[in-house]
């Protein structure tokens, strides 16, 4: 009864839209900057990243290395395994300049997205554990066993979340579930390699990469018992706070303040979306339209919050994005102009899409000098 009644004293909410947010904002940029460069051992250049931050408008306190910063190498990882991004020659980020992800509706994408990550090879529930993991796929391998344990670990969450999708989780609930119930979600422990006939224990310990279909060495593994306690516990937990809590599908709560050192105590809850891909739930209503465009006489342009990925797509095509939050900047030039011209955009079509979206006229100055520089 103590587990059932967990009550957090600190949560921390998840958003799927903040999350799709940053998606667009990550691939934005990268088609802006036309490439990002990637090192020999596959990471983003670290001043090439620090451009990534701040266009995601990401705290000052945030890693400003990519193999720091998991939730932005998620995001990369994700944006290539959908195809919108391509790692050319092994060195280049580019974009796919027709995204299939952004062009989806948000209820689809926040899907897409979901089942990307549990069904493909977008990530390793095992970098926290095994330490920095380098980029390059044969090095993050993502075994198919790995896709089968993210289902069995959803079914679970989806059963003890059935009767209240909004009930509080502790971790330990789950981990005693799981352990009780499904012992090798994990790896099954008849996996066995070509070393079967040698007689030392370390043979026969799942945790030895021979044993599992990872092929991970478990170090600090002496027996049965505290290999389930580090690996599985761990495995559990880099799943309820790295892609579950990314994707918006817990919220995850701490017993104590989180500055407090005893945040043992730690739990999550459905979010309304994720209770929605569980099939717990209805789906959400996702607010995409409902935003304004402004322009304003000194050539900027306000567009606010929640403007569809579509409006933003376009406004990047002939305007120079200056950042924001909420509210995004951007700036009318000549040069952006003729930019976009270049590209078939006519001026006439620019004044009509600036027009629709605002609701009305654009201001006379900005009209004039639009067409005397369509003149030029």
Not at 32 to 51: C, P
Not at 191 to 197: I, P, T, W
Not at 210 to 226: A, C, L, M
């Amino acid at each position: 009864s103590a587990m059932l009644s967990f009550l957090p004293k600190t949560i921390i909410h998840n958003g799927a839209s903040d999350f799709q947010r940053d998606v667009s904002r990550y691939w934005r940029h990268v088609r802006r900057t036309n490439r990002l460069n990637v090192t020999a051992n596959g990471w983003i250049y670290k001043n090439s990243f620090k451009h990534v931050l701040a266009a995601l408008n990401s705290p000052p306190d945030a890693p400003n290395d990519e193999s720091g910063n998991l939730r932005l190498w998620f995001i990369r990882r994700l944006l290539t395994c959908v195809g919108d991004f391509k790692l050319q020659n092994g060195s280049e980020l580019l974009v796919n300049e027709t995204p299939a992800l952004l062009q989806m509706p948000m209820a689809d994408r926040i899907r897409h997205c979901f089942e990307t990550w549990r069904d493909g090879k977008v990530w390793s529930e095992f970098v926290d554990l095994i330490g920095e993991a380098p980029e390059n796929e044969s090095q993050l391998w993502v075994a198919p066993e790995l896709n089968k344990a993210r289902s069995t670990f959803l079914r679970v969450v989806a059963r003890l979340s059935a009767n209240d999708p909004q009930r509080w989780v502790s971790l330990t609930e789950i981990i005693d579930y799981l352990r009780r119930t499904e012992y090798e979600w994990l790896f099954p422990r008849t996996f066995r390699g070509k070393n079967l006939k040698k007689s030392n224990s370390i043979y026969k310990s799942p945790y030895y990469y021979e044993n599992n279909p990872y092929r991970i060495t478990f170090s600090g593994v002496d027996s049965e018992e505290q290999g389930w306690l580090k690996v599985e516990v761990s495995a559990i937990f880099a799943l309820l706070n790295r892609p579950l809590s990314w994707l918006g599908v817990v919220d995850m709560g701490y017993a104590d303040s989180l500055t407090s050192k005893h945040t043992h105590e730690i739990g999550y809850r459905l979010t309304e979306t994720g209770a929605w891909l569980l099939g717990l739930g209805p789906q959400p209503k996702f607010v995409e339209s409902g935003g304004r465009v402004i322009v304003q006489p000194n050539f900027t342009i306000l567009a606010m919050e929640p403007i569809p990925d579509s409006v933003i797509l376009e406004l990047d095509t002939f305007a120079e994005s200056k950042g924001g939050d909420r509210v995004l900047n951007y700036e009318l030039s000549r040069a952006s102009v003729y930019r976009a011209q270049t590209k078939g955009k006519s001026v006439a079509e620019i004044i009509q899409f600036l027009e629709q979206h605002q609701g009305g006229p654009i201001i006379n100055n900005v009209r004039r000098t639009l067409e005397e520089w369509d003149a030029l």
